[in-house]
Nanobody, 125 residues
Framework: QVQLVESGGGSVQAGGSLRLSCAGS????????MAWFRQAPGKEREGVAA??????TKELDSVKGRFTISKDSKNTLYLQMNDLKPEDTAMYYC????????????????????WGQGTQVTVSS
């Protein structure tokens, strides 16, 4: 069973920065592709950024140049968020899969099998 725990969320003013982390554990914890998703109240969950085992990344157009996804040798996933905007306010979730995911599909929630509980990010204007 895989467990994912996110941290690093909080409340910031527009233009501020936050760094999210996602640590995985469990006897079956193996990852190929990892991703961050977010869901704002009343909206559908959307893929924000993803990274595969080769370090290839894919980002949502609205966060390009502001958010950076990365991971370390222990497969802890990070999301550095700079120049935050009120529209970035949402619950952020990390997700992983042990399967390879085609780059075109890396931001699709259906590609991922394990999910964290989420961390709230609130950006005020």
């Amino acid at each position: 069973q895989v467990q994912l725990v996110e941290s690093g969320g909080g409340s910031v003013q527009a233009g501020g920065s936050l760094r999210l982390s996602c640590a995985g554990s469990g006897s079956s914890y193996r990852t190929d592709t990892m991703a961050w998703f977010r869901q704002a109240p009343g909206k559908e969950r959307e893929g924000v950024a993803a990274i595969d085992s080769d370090g290839i990344t894919k980002e949502l157009d609205s966060v390009k140049g502001r958010f950076t996804i990365s991971k370390d040798s222990k497969n802890t996933l990070y999301l550095q968020m700079n120049d935050l905007k009120p529209e970035d306010t949402a619950m952020y979730y990390c997700a992983t899969t042990s399967e390879w995911v085609n780059w075109l599909r890396m931001l699709r929630a259906s590609m991922y099998t394990s999910w964290g509980q989420g961390t709230q990010v609130t950006v005020s204007s």
